[in-house]
């Protein structure tokens, strides 16, 4: 602070300050010479032999101090915030009354895309003009329902086929397929109704050496089927979902041979902690009447497992046990299940592997579905899979591409395959036995799936076998490999192209040859592999109405399926497919 910023107050008390102080010097420096001069005197006096002196000054000054003010250059602080004491809060309730009334707000909704229409039916015919082959498929059903759900698939498909050096080759297949389903809180109850009615020619014989009427060598197969099922749908862990199915069907051909069979199949399933419980219960009865015999056979399974996982692993474990009675001749058997896999990274690795089994019940309805060229008297025996062990690894490449990879080994006890019958009463060897073996198969497989939206699908799978059998020499009519490749192109939901290719390696094949002194005896003969290239295209004119043209065998090749039984050459059809009501 500079001199000039002190006020002018101040300086005068200052002044008035040092001229007090100045007037008490004077009168303490008066006194003090005053005493002085006392003392000399008196020592003078008594120097001088004076023992009393006295002096008496008379003066009306009376000496007085008074008390010093001060005057503090420290700057003071002062609160200007004056202290509330003793302040109590309360809160005093006054109603309120709002001047306005509130308006509701509706409350915001999401805009559902709009469901597709369904239409009640579909009707789809063709024609194949090289064979002689009509088509016609039949769909009709109701529309959505949160309560029910029925309807009917009806289907024919013939030739009428000559086919170069052997007889001939008509066929007709008809399909009739009634369903329905009623739903409740819990539970779906579902029903169908299967009919099946197919003619065949064992048109495999040289038309060169002999001419048989077509009625000689047509074969029927009628099969009849019902089929009740009860699934549940409880939400809550504690309760047991069950799984429960019972059907009967009827099997018979045009030479006295029948199948009927009943199977009851219950699955159960609850939750333990986190564990899953899994117990299957399987009964199987057949019943197969042939011209000559009559056998029964019940299979009764049951299978236990336990299912747990994780954020990125799945383990199922379990044990089946199987009771066979067969020819009289009850049999027990017991096979492993266990299947693994783990997540190693985000779905695009994901290791797996396991061991299975079980008993394979070949049955009229099975080998005839397979093959419907076999004898009308068959020779039957289960199949028994003593393990099946595999190891793979499967994933996701891309958001569009997924791959599967698997290598397995299997052991099977009366593997079944089929040869021509060269007994005395099939003189012209048109029809295939059964022949039964011991068999060990190594499995190489794999599968490529790339899907773009709904605009192209394509699959591409393969499979090697490697067949060791114990007495036969080959294993017949198994071919080495198979390749499928499957491609779907959809234009703007206008044009759809389909291609499938098929290839086929080679197998193996039971004939009879003469030796050099006359007599015929079995030889084994190879059947070279094929292709097959189908191509097929759609348009679609309007949601109601489609034109279709389909193309088979392009590559025109005669190839042999089952040894003695050419396939057809090169045919198409074309059709319509619209919705009538």
Known sequence: MSVLDIPESKIDKKREFLTKRRKKQMEWILILLIIMGYTVAVMAQTQNGINDLNYQAQSEFQPTIKD???????????????RIKDLKYGITS???????????IVQAKLQNEPLNKLYHSLLKVGYGPIYNMPYGEFWIGNTRSRETNYGAHLKHFSGTPHLEGVGYGGYSDNEVNLFAKQFYKKHTLSGDFNYERNVVHYYGYDTSLNKLENDFTRQRYQFIQPKLRLVSHYTDSSKINHDIGLSYYNLQNLYRETENNIKFNAN????????K???????????????????????????????????KWHADIGLTGTLDNFKDKTRFYFFPKLNVFYNVYENMIIPYAGVTGGLIKNSFRSLSKENPFV???????????????????RGNLSSKTSYDAKVSYAQYDSLHFFVIDYSGANQIYNRFNIVYDNTTLLTVSGQLKYQLKEKLNVIAKGNYYLYKTKNLERAYQKPDYDLTFSGTYNLQSKIIIKADLFFVGQQWALTQTQDTSGVYVPTSKQLKGWADINLGAEYRYSKMLSFFVQFNNIANQRYYRWDRYPSQRFNFMFGVTFVPF
Do not use: R
Not at 72 to 82: A, H, L, N, W, Y
Not at 94 to 104: E, G
Not at 291 to 297: K, L, Q, Y
């Open 94 to 104: 006054v109603p309120l009354f709002p001047k306005y009334q509130v308006q509701p």
């Open 268 to 275: 159960g399933s609850m939750y333990i902690n986190k564990e």
């Open 375 to 393: 004898d009308t008297t068959l020779y039957y025996s289960n199949t028994n899979n003593k393990y099946n062990a595999f190891i793979g690894l």
């Open 68 to 82: 010093a003010l001060k005057f503090s250059d420290v700057p003071e602080i002062k609160d200007t915030v004056k």
């Open 277 to 311: 419980l899994n117990v299957n219960l399987l009964t199987d009865f057949y019943n197969h009447k042939q011209s000559n015999d009559t056998i029964n056979d019940l299979i009764v399974s049951i299978n236990p497992s336990f299912e747990a996982g994780g954020s």
